[in-house]
């Protein structure tokens, strides 16, 4: 048997093995798996071991996607230059990765400024308003997680005052280069005189600035320092709990791992449980739903931590009330 090919002849079993050839290559193409998709982390700091980020790989993992297999991670971090923020996000849209996770506002507001397309999903937001359209409904490419801060600035004071009955005066220490947590000091300012305290501002712009800071405190006979913890001090608070260490100040602020460093109390939100649970909007987009249309999560729970060490240290006396409440009390 011969088959015309062409207009020439060809052996039967020549043609046979051509024919199979031709009808295994859409087969092979359709058999080329799909490229994994590809998150973009845009964070302040550096590079390196960080329980956040960690929290946010378990999240993953929870949900069947394992970093270097089936999903990847591009990570830029501004290496504490936060001017470098938007070429950074400039970087992830380039590289075309399917969403942007960010870790605070200014990296948020660096990305959505980079994107109109690429869909972001923001953690470690205190404010959310100047990034969405509302909370139920964020618009655009936009959503995310919120720390809820202004409702628990009285709140914070309440509870300081309750450790410490006598508190009449109390040192707040921020940012005062971040808006956002300008913004958190004059709410709480406001909010102060409700529970008896005076708020005196402790504001920096730079981590020199720190030992006049707690110098400042003990000028105004402050009986506390309260912390706010953003992309400027978290890195630093090591060096901020050991001043206030030296000046006898019990220190509180927002989140856990402040009191387990050695602080004296906290209250927020759990912040690596708020990253994993940002997987699960990564995985929501992936999967095709429109990042405006996922409404911002707020947290539910809040955890109030006390560190006893600190406090014993300190000679301080903490009422039974307080510790039976704590959700961990650090012996």
């Known amino acids: 048997m011969r088959v015309v090919l062409n207009g020439r002849w060809i052996p039967h079993l020549a043609a046979l093995c051509l024919a199979l050839a031709l009808l295994a290559v859409p087969h092979a193409i359709e058999a080329q798996p799909a490229p994994a998709p590809r998150i973009g982390v845009l964070s302040p700091g550096f590079p390196g071991p960080s329980r956040i980020l960690d929290a946010f790989r378990r ?3 929870e949900l069947g996607y394992v970093e270097g297999q089936n ?3 591009e990570y830029r971090f501004d290496e504490e230059k936060p001017e470098r923020l938007a070429d950074l996000a400039a970087e992830l849209v380039r590289l075309k990765v399917n969403v942007i996770l960010t870790v605070n506002t200014a990296a948020s507001q660096a990305a959505k400024n980079a994107t109109k397309t690429i869909p972001i999903v923001f953690t470690y937001v205190a404010d959310p308003a100047p990034l969405v359209a509302s909370l139920a409904r964020p618009g655009a490419n936009i959503t995310g997680l919120t720390t809820l801060a202004a409702e628990l600035s009285i709140k914070r004071l309440e509870l300081l005052k309750e450790a410490l009955p006598g508190l ?4 707040y220490l921020w940012n005062s280069a971040n808006p956002t947590a300008t913004h958190f000091f ?3 300012e406001r909010a102060s005189p409700r529970v008896g305290i005076q708020l005196h501002p402790l504001g920096v712009k730079g981590l020199d600035e720190l030992s ?3 110098k400042l405190a003990i000028e105004k006979r402050a009986g506390a320092v309260f912390v706010w913890e953003d992309a400027l001090l978290l890195p630093h608070r090591t060096r901020i ?6 000046h006898r100040l019990p220190a509180a602020s927002q989140y856990r791992e402040f009191s387990e460093a050695g602080g004296f109390l906290s209250y927020g939100p759990n912040l690596p449980e ?3 649970r940002a997987a699960i909007y990564v995985d929501r987009i992936l999967k095709g739903a429109r990042a405006g249309d996922l409404p911002v999560e707020q947290p539910t729970k809040f955890e109030l931590v006390v560190n006893m060490k600190t406090a014993k240290t300190l000679g301080l006396t903490v009422p039974t009330s307080l510790l039976i409440r704590a959700d961990q009390v650090i012996e």
């Open 59 to 61: 999240g993953l993992r």
């Open 71 to 73: 999903i990847a991670i």
């Open 168 to 171: 009449s005066r109390v040192a």
């Open 186 to 188: 004059k709410e709480t």
């Open 212 to 214: 006049n800071a707690f």
């Open 241 to 246: 709990l050991d001043l206030a260490a030296a």
């Open 274 to 276: 708020q990253f994993r």
